[in-house]
DNA sequence: ATGGTTGCTTAGCAA
């Protein structure tokens, strides 16, 4: 089983791209986070032709994300479900046969002193609660998604420049390792060791050319699942060409056979 | 050199 999960940054300005990468890479399934679009506006016929089902959770202008399925998606759940006020759709959970994939945006935090920093350290807690309301370590369980957490050092280009940004900050990777706590792993670190891997470049200032990234975006996966882990990769050449995401997809294959 | 890009929505915000 091939899993996927990318930011792609809209759906409608990456339909083309993303409908040729689906016919490529021909994961099993796949999340995808900031739509930027409504439900109504998602290319889900296009999708759907391509012979996947498509759970998704929109929202106009900003955050949305999306479930993609070879296999029949059940009991689709949108939002942490915590009774906090809630305005951006950032997280969508779904069955897919005994797995469940959870696909999450989390806030990026725009500056260490904005309301939008305290934002994402809270809705880190509350994803973490979430986790321990509806699910126990010992399902077959993924958690993909945006993060906005570079979680060492080893993933960030300059990580004593950076020392102080919203997507390395100790708060930060403190609430990342009490996360993964829950009983998750990274299915990239399961494969590569080597630091200078990135699956984000900004747009701004030649990140990309330059080699200015940071690896944020991730497969997490339960102990019964990570032990199936059979590789990972980041398709880092979905980030050059025209018109990419700053993005790139990351990836991890899963030996399911009969047990 | 304190900027730079992209996308959504139309001038300002978010990343």
């Known amino acids: 089983m091939k899993v996927a999960s990318w930011n792609v940054n809209s759906v409608a300005a990456r339909r083309d791209r993303l409908l040729a990468w689906l016919g490529k890479q021909q994961p099993d399934v796949l999340c995808l986070q900031e739509l930027k679009a409504v439900d109504e506006a998602f290319p889900r016929e296009a999708i759907e032709a391509l012979g ?23 009991d689709v759940r949108r939002n942490l479900d915590d009774g906090e006020p809630e305005s951006d759709a950032r997280l969508l959970s779904v069955r897919i046969g005994e797995l469940r994939v959870i696909c999450c945006y989390v806030p990026n935090g725009q500056t260490l002193a904005s309301d939008k920093f305290s ?33 060492e050092d080893r993933d960030c280009y300059d990580p004593e420049g950076l020392r102080d940004d919203v997507l390395m900050h100790e708060s930060v990777r403190k609430k990342w390792r009490t996360l993964l706590s829950f ?18 470049w900004d747009y701004r200032m030649l990140g990309f050319p330059k080699g200015r990234g940071l690896r944020i975006d991730f497969v ?18 979905e980030r050059k060409g025209k018109q990419p995401s700053d993005h790139a997809p990351v990836l991890a294959s899963f030996e399911l056979g009969p047990r």
């Open 119 to 151: 934002y994402k350290l809270r809705w880190l807690d509350r994803l973490h609660a979430y986790l321990q309301r509806h699910h126990d370590p010992s399902e077959p369980l993924l958690l993909c998604g945006d993060f906005n957490i570079a979680p």
């Open 220 to 237: 997490l996966a339960t102990q019964t699942l990570a032990a199936r882990c059979s590789s990972a990769a980041i398709d880092r050449d």
């Open 183 to 200: 009983g998750l792993v990274d299915s990239y670190r399961l494969h590569v060791s080597e630091p200078g891997k990135y699956s984000w």
């Open 52 to 74: 996947y089902q498509c759970a998704v959770h929109g929202q106009r202008t900003y955050n949305g994300v999306a479930v993609l399925a070879k296999s029949a998606i059940e």
